[in-house]
């Protein structure tokens, strides 16, 4: 808490005339709190789920996914728990920064190829530039050739009942993923892992026609941050048997994580954890390791 900066204050109220006009303009984040809360206190949280997910989903990289990962969390503890003031004004709080920071992915493309998760993140092209920040890297994807097959490389959900095994195959391939290329941007690509978790934890929630939809936006969303922060090499093989030798055991490895002080080694490691309770795979537990390890040295 003391690492934030105060909330700022409203300054033009949205209403429901001008709401998509405010879309994406991160000056009216003093605004949108306002008006979610209203929509919170007027109706069921599902129901505001239901209405604003397909609006906030095209601009699923607001924040680098930080908008979709806070609601993410917030509708998870809201269906496990039950409402209550707190996890309440959370979600309005997620919705807001998720609406104030809305930005769509250039070009969204329906994975329908025959790839698995992983082997379609690892074929993923880099863009050209990757010397300045995520709006300018966002914005190469229009002149990546390969942008479109890249995307359509996976092999996607066609139905509903698809799309929770997907995502689960998908935040198995970005934990990996960030075990062997993380070092492109250790703080940037765990949002590959943790953004389509955070779609993951939300889908029992949401209607079914927006499941298929959901698990496309969290695929192009990944392999967009794995486009724009790829590295030219992988970590050296010696670093990843060095940072995979340093504990099997997922609490050790969480341990390190939190010793970081680090959100993202936090984030990455509660994923990471979800990935070992599916798959019972322990190299998330070297990728939490390695992952926390280069936070915590800026290599």
């Given at each position: 808490?003391?690492?934030?900066?105060?909330p700022?204050?409203?300054?033009?109220?949205?209403?429901?005339?001008?709401?998509?006009?405010?879309?994406?303009?991160p000056?009216?984040?003093?605004?949108?709190?306002?008006?979610?809360?209203?929509?919170?206190?007027?109706?069921?949280?599902?129901?505001?789920?239901?209405?604003?997910?397909?609006?906030?989903?095209?601009?699923?990289?607001?924040?680098?996914?930080?908008?979709?990962?806070?609601?993410g969390?917030?509708v998870?503890?809201?269906?496990?728990?039950?409402?209550?003031?707190?996890?309440?004004e959370?979600?309005a709080?997620?919705?807001a920064?998720?609406?104030?920071?809305?930005?769509?992915?250039?070009?969204?493309?329906?994975?329908?190829?025959?790839?698995?998760?992983?082997?379609?993140?690892?074929?993923?092209?880099?863009?050209g530039?990757?010397?300045?920040?995520?709006?300018h890297?966002?914005a190469?994807?229009?002149?990546?050739?390969?942008?479109?097959?890249?995307?359509?490389?996976?092999?996607?959900?066609?139905?509903?009942?698809?799309?929770?095994?997907?995502?689960?195959?998908?935040?198995?391939?970005?934990?990996?993923?960030?075990r062997?290329?993380?070092?492109?941007?250790?703080?940037?690509?765990?949002?590959a892992?943790t953004?389509?978790?955070?779609?993951?934890?939300?889908?029992?929630?949401?209607?079914?026609?927006m499941?298929?939809?959901?698990?496309q936006?969290?695929?192009?969303?990944?392999?967009?941050?794995?486009s724009?922060?790829?590295?030219?090499?992988?970590?050296?093989?010696?670093?990843?048997?060095?940072?995979?030798?340093?504990?099997?055991?997922i609490?050790?490895?969480?341990?390190?994580a939190?010793?970081?002080?680090?959100?993202?080694a936090?984030?990455?490691?509660?994923?990471a954890?979800?990935?070992?309770a599916?798959?019972?795979d322990?190299?998330?537990?070297?990728?939490?390791?390695?992952?926390?390890r280069?936070?915590a040295?800026g290599?």
């Amino acid at each position: 808490m003391r690492r934030l900066e105060p909330p700022p204050g409203p300054s033009d109220p949205i209403d429901a005339r001008t709401w998509s006009e405010a879309l994406g303009d991160p000056r009216r984040l003093g605004d949108w709190p306002a008006w979610f809360r209203r929509e919170l206190a007027e109706a069921p949280w599902k129901s505001v789920l239901a209405v604003w997910w397909p609006r906030l989903l095209p601009g699923i990289a607001a924040g680098t996914t930080h908008g979709v990962i806070r609601v993410g969390h917030a509708v998870r503890v809201l269906r496990e728990h039950g409402p209550s003031p707190i996890a309440l004004e959370e979600l309005a709080q997620a919705f807001a920064y998720w609406a104030a920071h809305w930005q769509p992915v250039h070009d969204p493309r329906q994975p329908i190829g025959q790839s698995g998760a992983l082997e379609a993140m690892y074929a993923v092209s880099p863009i050209g530039d990757r010397n300045q920040g995520i709006t300018h890297r966002l914005a190469q994807l229009e002149g990546t050739e390969a942008w479109q097959a890249d995307q359509r490389r996976a092999r996607g959900p066609r139905t509903h009942e698809e799309a929770e095994p997907f995502l689960r195959e998908l935040v198995a391939a970005a934990v990996e993923y960030n075990r062997t290329h993380g070092n492109g941007n250790p703080t940037m690509l765990v949002h590959a892992a943790t953004a389509p978790n955070a779609v993951l934890r939300a889908l029992p929630s949401l209607p079914e026609d927006m499941r298929v939809p959901s698990a496309q936006a969290a695929w192009t969303a990944a392999a967009a941050l794995v486009s724009i922060y790829r590295p030219d090499q992988g970590l050296p093989e010696d670093r990843q048997r060095a940072f995979a030798a340093e504990t099997d055991d997922i609490a050790e490895a969480q341990e390190m994580a939190l010793a970081t002080g680090d959100e993202h080694a936090i984030k990455f490691a509660d994923t990471a954890d979800d990935v070992l309770a599916w798959t019972g795979d322990a190299t998330a537990v070297a990728a939490v390791t390695t992952t926390s390890r280069q936070l915590a040295t800026g290599r």
